[in-house]
């Protein structure tokens, strides 16, 4: 049986738990609801809904999100919509779920826009406003946006991204309609991401941090040499939080290995006093078996070690990591 687009709709409900499939229909007029309530009671009326049928929907949901370029769902939504309740209906429904989605998150489709277009948008931006849109990246990006912004905005948004906590979620979503309408006159935007929300000072330092230590080693020195000249304070804070103890169970492996070396194996039983298991599986795969066995048995030995030994212990570790940065020689995992 061929099914029509509501038909495949009420279908695609049926492979949803009854909690979620009543999510997604909250906000259709009743009308609508009452319209594939009864397709679906006709096809199982008729012996057309079974588990083969509801799968086979599902498959070539799943299998047009995958294969086809685009954005396809957005086609498969807005068709779904409009075999179900009309065009001129399916239109105000789409409309209202940008709305929403725009409300919930006004960085949406910021995230997802090609860099060299945002940076080319960017580079005529107010440095704080630049800084705000750096913040709301996830850090890969954030960091190849960065690389691709002229030397003076670079600095000077690295430089306002410190204060960024000061700045209501009210004003960083002016500024993200600022941005999207600009991208919008050049033809570019996406959507993809999460929610806007204020950014205590030690949270905006260490976002900083990490856009820093993902740049080429030359920008990297020249931002960091910048941010010094203008505040050493800062600039300590921001070198000290680019490798931080949590940041071990994604530095690489080869990394790690290099860090690890010439750390004895007490200091190492030390640091690894409560630390999660994650961490010590990956410490004890960088170092030699004969090394993780002797660890082992000094760590047996430890019984309520003073904390500042284990901080001390670990900011051997750190050190080390810190030292191959440096050299541009330390690397993370994906």
Known sequence: MSFTGRQKAALLLTSLDAATAAEMLKGLDPGTVQELAVELSYLDAAGFRDTRQTAEVARQFCQSLQQKPG?????F????LRNSVGEDQAKRIQREIQDLLQKRDPFLSIRSTDLQTLAAVLETEHPQAVAVVLSELPPKKGSE?????????RISAISRMASIGSIPPEAKARIAQMVQTRLEGVGSAAQTGTAVASVRPEQALRQVAILVRNLDKEIRDDVLDAIQQKDRDIGDKITSLMIVWEDLSSVSSRSLQQGLRGIDERHLALAMHEAPEEVIRRVKASISERSAIMMDEEKSLLAAPKKEDVRLARQRILNALRELS?????????
């Open 326 to 334: 440096k050299k541009g020689e330390l690397s993370f995992e994906e």
């Open 77 to 80: 939504l807005r068709d779904m």
């Open 145 to 153: 946006l960065l690389g691709l912004l002229g030397e003076g905005i």
């Open 71 to 75: 954005f396809h769902f957005k086609d």
